[in-house]
């Protein structure tokens, strides 16, 4: 399996911007479809966005399509979410996870691994 570790999480105003980063160890990064999911007190986890193996194509959920931009640099081992115009229903607490069989998985049981998640915080 491999290992991720996400940052970048922080408190910002609504309307400002953030960016999360996730770094990949253990396997072969680019082998991994790479989503970001994000959970909110007392809510499910919900889907973000995901990313193919070799960043070609992406998938964003309805929410954040126009403000959330995902990349990945794959000689780095990192993906990115680059959060613009954020608004305090974006508060939450954000993972990144790894899909080795998945090609743009959008729900939680088709990914294999899981980092510790990182805390973003919107304030009106």
């Known amino acids: 399996q491999v290992q991720l570790v996400e940052s970048g999480g922080g408190s910002v105003q609504a309307g400002g911007s953030l960016r999360l980063s996730c770094a990949a160890s253990?396997?072969?990064?680019?082998?991994?479809?790479m989503g970001w999911f994000r959970q909110a007190p007392g809510k499910e986890r919900e889907f973000v966005v995901v990313?193919?193996?070799?960043?070609?194509?992406?998938y964003y959920g309805d929410s954040v399509k126009g403000r959330f931009t995902i990349s990945r640099d794959n000689a780095k081992n990192t993906v990115y979410l680059k959060m613009n115009s954020l608004k305090p229903e974006d508060t939450a607490v954000y993972y990144c996870?790894?899909?080795?069989?998945?090609?743009?998985?959008?729900?939680?049981?088709?990914?294999?691994?899981w980092g510790q998640g990182t805390q973003v915080t919107v304030s009106s």
């Open positions: 253990g396997r072969t990064f680019s082998t991994y479809a």
């Open positions: 990313i193919s193996r070799r960043g070609v194509n992406t």
């Open positions: 996870g790894a899909s080795e069989g998945g090609f743009l998985p959008t729900t939680s049981p088709e990914y294999d691994s």
